[in-house]
C-alpha cells in the first residue's frame, strides 16, 4: 500500500526529532569540542596526505604503463574489429576520463586496496555492500581492478535502468562498459567471460539513512540464481568509507517518483547548497577483495534453498566490513 500523506508526515516528523537529538547531543560544549577536534585533525592529515600526492605527482601511472594496460584491455576476443562489443563498451573511449579516475581513486578518495589479485581471470561475479548515496563505491571498485590488479580487468557494472536512460550520460555509462541491470544482460556477459559487478541491495542500499551506516540490507537473490546457472564464482568485496561521504538524513521517495529517479536523498547542507550537496565529502576508501566461493546446486531451487547460499556471501563481506572498520583510525584517515 503507498504511504498516505500523513505516514509521510510522520516519517518527516520522526526524522527531524532524531536530527534535534543530534544537534543537541553535539552542541553540549564537551560533545562539541571533541567531534570538532577529532575532525579538525583527520582533516588536517588528510590534507598533508592529499598535497603530498599532488605536488608529487605520484598519483598518476606513468603513461607507457596506462598504455600497456589499454594494450592488454583492446585484446579482449569480445571487441569487434572497432575496438566496440555488443553492449556499446569501447575500452579506447575511456582514454581521456583516466586522469579523473586516477584522481578520484588515489587522491580524492586515497583508496586503500586489498587483495584485488584473488578475482580471478574469466567469467565472475563480484558481489559488494552499496552505500554512499551516488555510486561512487562502484567507481572506486572499477578503479581497483583497472589501476591495480595487473593484468588489469574491466569490470562491467549492472546499473540502474535510470543512469543508462539519461541524456550524455547513459552513453557515457555504455562506452565505460556499465549495463542496464537485467538478468539477461548479466548472463551474456558471464557467457562472455566477463567480471560482472552487482549490489544486491540495489537502491535500498545506497539510499539508507546515515543512522544505518554498515547495516546491510537485504540482498536480492538474482545474483546466485545467475552464478549457479553460468557457473561463475562470486567474489565479495568489502567497501569502507563511502557510508560516511554524503549524510543522508531522509530519502524522499515520493519526489524521486516524479523524476524517475530510484530515491532522493535529503542531506544536511541540501538547504544551502542543492544539488552540490550530494558530492562526496574526502572520505578514505578501503577496499576489501575476499576469496572467489563457488556454488553448487540448481538455478531453479526454491527460494530458501537459494537464500542460504546469498547469507555466506553477505556474512563474507560483513566479515570484511567489520575488519575494515577495526583497521581504520577515523573517516578520512
Same mark, same amino acid.
Given at each position: 500500500?503507498?504511504?498516505?500523506?500523513?505516514?509521510?508526515?510522520?516519517?518527516?516528523?520522526?526524522?527531524?526529532?532524531?536530527?534535534?537529538?543530534?544537534?543537541?547531543?553535539?552542541?553540549?560544549?564537551?560533545?562539541?569540542?571533541?567531534?570538532?577536534?577529532?575532525?579538525?585533525?583527520?582533516?588536517?592529515?588528510?590534507?598533508?596526505?592529499?598535497?603530498?600526492?599532488?605536488?608529487?605527482?605520484?598519483?598518476?601511472?606513468?603513461?607507457?604503463?596506462?598504455?600497456?594496460?589499454?594494450?592488454?584491455?583492446?585484446?579482449?576476443?569480445?571487441?569487434?574489429?572497432?575496438?566496440?562489443?555488443?553492449?556499446?563498451?569501447?575500452?579506447?573511449?575511456?582514454?581521456?576520463?583516466?586522469? =579523473? %579516475? #586516477?584522481?578520484?581513486?588515489? /587522491?580524492?578518495?586515497? *583508496?586503500? &586496496?586489498?587483495?584485488?589479485?584473488?578475482?580471478?581471470?574469466?567469467?565472475?561475479?563480484?558481489?559488494?555492500?552499496?552505500?554512499?548515496?551516488?555510486?561512487?563505491?562502484?567507481?572506486?571498485?572499477?578503479?581497483?581492478?583497472?589501476?591495480?590488479?595487473?593484468?588489469?580487468?574491466?569490470?562491467?557494472?549492472?546499473?540502474?535502468?535510470?543512469?543508462?536512460?539519461?541524456?550524455?550520460?547513459?552513453?557515457?555509462?555504455?562506452?565505460?562498459?556499465?549495463?542496464?541491470?537485467?538478468?539477461?544482460?548479466?548472463?551474456?556477459?558471464?557467457?562472455?567471460?566477463?567480471?560482472?559487478?552487482?549490489?544486491?541491495?540495489?537502491?535500498?542500499?545506497?539510499?539508507?539513512?546515515?543512522?544505518?551506516?554498515?547495516?546491510?540490507?537485504?540482498?536480492?537473490?538474482?545474483?546466485?540464481?545467475? =552464478? %549457479? #546457472?553460468?557457473?561463475?564464482? /562470486?567474489?565479495?568485496? *568489502?567497501? &569502507?568509507?563511502?557510508?560516511?561521504?554524503?549524510?543522508?538524513?531522509?530519502?524522499?521517495?515520493?519526489?524521486?517518483?516524479?523524476?524517475?529517479?530510484?530515491?532522493?536523498?535529503?542531506?544536511?547542507?541540501?538547504?544551502?547548497?542543492?544539488?552540490?550537496?550530494?558530492?562526496?565529502?574526502?572520505?578514505?576508501?578501503?577496499?576489501?577483495?575476499?576469496?572467489?566461493?563457488?556454488?553448487?546446486?540448481?538455478?531453479?531451487?526454491?527460494?530458501?534453498?537459494?537464500?542460504?547460499?546469498?547469507?555466506?556471501?553477505?556474512?563474507?563481506?560483513?566479515?570484511?566490513?567489520?575488519?575494515?572498520?577495526?583497521?581504520?583510525?577515523?573517516?578520512?584517515?
Amino acid at each position: 500500500m503507498a504511504p498516505t500523506l500523513l505516514d509521510q508526515f510522520a516519517r518527516l516528523q520522526e526524522v527531524g526529532e532524531t536530527l534535534a537529538g543530534q544537534l543537541a547531543h553535539w552542541a553540549e560544549p564537551q560533545a562539541r569540542q571533541s567531534l570538532i577536534d577529532r575532525v579538525a585533525a583527520e582533516l588536517g592529515q588528510a590534507g598533508q596526505e592529499v598535497a603530498s600526492l599532488l605536488l608529487s605527482g605520484g598519483w598518476r601511472a606513468p603513461p607507457e604503463e596506462v598504455e600497456r594496460r589499454f594494450r592488454l584491455l583492446l585484446a579482449s576476443e569480445n571487441l569487434s574489429e572497432y575496438g566496440v562489443d555488443p553492449f556499446g563498451f569501447a575500452p579506447d573511449s575511456m582514454r581521456g576520463f583516466i586522469p =579523473a %579516475l #586516477e584522481f578520484l581513486h588515489r /587522491v580524492w578518495f586515497r *583508496a586503500e &586496496v586489498h587483495d584485488v589479485a584473488r578475482v580471478p581471470d574469466g567469467r565472475c561475479l563480484v558481489i559488494a555492500n552499496h552505500s554512499g548515496q551516488l555510486p561512487f563505491d562502484g567507481a572506486v571498485i572499477g578503479a581497483s581492478l583497472l589501476m591495480d590488479r595487473d593484468p588489469p580487468r574491466i569490470v562491467r557494472s549492472m546499473v540502474e535502468k535510470f543512469a543508462t536512460s539519461l541524456p550524455f550520460f547513459g552513453t557515457f555509462c555504455n562506452r565505460a562498459g556499465q549495463v542496464t541491470g537485467l538478468p539477461d544482460n548479466c548472463r551474456r556477459l558471464l557467457e562472455a567471460d566477463e567480471a560482472v559487478l552487482v549490489f544486491p541491495e540495489g537502491a535500498r542500499g545506497i539510499s539508507k539513512p546515515f543512522r544505518e551506516r554498515y547495516q546491510m540490507t537485504a540482498f536480492g537473490h538474482g545474483f546466485m540464481r545467475l =552464478a %549457479l #546457472e553460468t557457473r561463475s564464482p /562470486v567474489v565479495p568485496v *568489502a567497501v &569502507v568509507g563511502a557510508e560516511e561521504q554524503t549524510i543522508n538524513l531522509y530519502d524522499a521517495k515520493g519526489l524521486a517518483r516524479l523524476i524517475g529517479a530510484p530515491s532522493l536523498p535529503i542531506t544536511p547542507l541540501m538547504p544551502v547548497l542543492g544539488p552540490l550537496a550530494m558530492l562526496p565529502a574526502p572520505v578514505k576508501y578501503r577496499v576489501y577483495f575476499g576469496e572467489p566461493m563457488w556454488f553448487e546446486g540448481d538455478a531453479n531451487d526454491d527460494d530458501a534453498v537459494i537464500a542460504h547460499k546469498v547469507d555466506e556471501v553477505k556474512r563474507a563481506i560483513a566479515a570484511m566490513i567489520d575488519r575494515g572498520l577495526q583497521e581504520r583510525k577515523g573517516v578520512f584517515i
